[in-house]
């Protein structure tokens, strides 16, 4: 079936559900959202190009006096500016004697070893050698090509986002015991987004997803999930959008709102391996940029109350992924021990 689209006119901001359908009485998804569907659109998305690049943090975490710091599969890293103001980064261990350099100061743009006062400005020095690093805007990456093993990328895979001008952007960060591929099979799956996470989403559908032949039989639509559904805000007062999701690389899922309200908005999930826990788990973080933006007249007061707002976009995010870190950590676990369905 292939996605009709809504109507051209202007929508309302808010609706009334005119008849709510209690949450044990809706329709059920467990026939649509077929295991090999999911799998073969984590299949696709994991053969996509990384180009070896990670996301490390929000750039909004780089401070003048410390690094930012992330470990990526074992590796630690470490990211801060330069004097002129130019992104550095490398490895986390001081080459002299192994000291984490994440919890060294930054002078004038040098970071100072707080064990010996080895001191690194972001040039090959005494064992220790740069990364590439990028910074987007929102997110700070870092390349490891040890890591990813593919042919390097001179930057990673960064999705279209509203301008910077035009919208309010917030990132939440949080950490499962799973794998990135759990992460992104969560976020492959949109059918779960109803019965799951109920105090957000209702009347959802999944009107188009991959493989399915469009109406006109001229073309397959293999790399998006198409979505109708409603954003709960009090009672029976909702939002209804059309919102897309695709995969542009392995450790990557972004859900862009194509109708209605807050059309642009984008919601993206990356998923960065951290390394085994102390129990030989993995371990996965997980940030998600949210970049929200209309083109209502009234969006310009949302944007100067952007530091207000910051602080509630990650609280609904951080909501949302308690149920979807569940979800990541379940499938993980019956993957590792043989009992994952099919």
Not at 13 to 27: A, E, T
Not at 216 to 225: A, V
């Amino acid at each position: 079936m292939s996605p009709q689209p809504f109507a051209r006119r202007a929508r309302p901001l808010l609706s009334l559900r005119r008849k709510p359908v209690p949450w044990d009485r809706q329709r059920p998804t467990w026939r649509d959202a077929k295991p090999g569907v999911i799998a073969q659109a984590l299949k696709r998305a994991q053969a996509r190009p990384s180009g070896n690049w990670f996301v490390v943090g929000a750039s909004a975490a780089l401070r003048e006096d410390r690094p930012l710091a992330r470990t990526v599969a074992g590796r630690e890293v470490v990211v801060w500016r330069g004097a002129d103001g130019r992104l550095l980064a490398g490895p986390g261990v001081c080459p002299h004697l192994g000291a984490p350099l994440a919890d060294s100061p930054v002078r004038c743009g040098t970071l100072v070893c707080h064990w010996h006062g080895l001191a690194l400005d972001g040039t090959p020095f005494a064992g220790w050698e740069p990364l590439p690093v990028f910074d987007d805007g929102v997110l700070v990456w870092a390349r490891l090509d040890e890591v990813g093993g593919e042919k390097p990328l001179a930057s990673p895979v960064v999705p279209v986002r509203p301008a910077g001008a035009r919208g309010v952007a917030a990132v939440y960060e949080g950490t499962g015991v799973c794998e990135p591929e759990d992460v992104v099979a969560n976020r492959l799956d949109p059918w779960h987004g109803a019965w799951f996470h109920p105090y957000s989403f209702v009347d959802l559908t999944v009107v188009g997803s991959p493989g399915e032949v469009s109406t006109d039989d001229r073309c397959r639509d293999d790399d998006r999930f198409t979505v109708d559904v409603s954003f709960k805000v009090a009672g029976r007062l909702v939002v209804p959008v059309r919102a897309v999701f695709t995969a542009p690389e392995p450790r990557t899922v972004v859900m862009r709102i194509t109708e209605g309200e807050g059309a642009g908005s984008v919601v993206e999930t990356h998923a960065t391996p951290l390394g085994p826990d102390e129990r030989g788990r993995p371990r996965t973080a997980v940030t998600e940029v949210v970049v929200a933006t209309s083109d209502r007249p009234g969006f310009a007061f949302v944007r100067r109350a952007a530091p207000l707002l910051r602080p509630v976009m990650r609280t609904a995010a951080a909501r949302l992924w308690r149920d979807d870190l569940a979800y990541a950590e379940r499938r993980w676990q019956l993957r590792s021990t043989g009992r994952f369905p099919g």
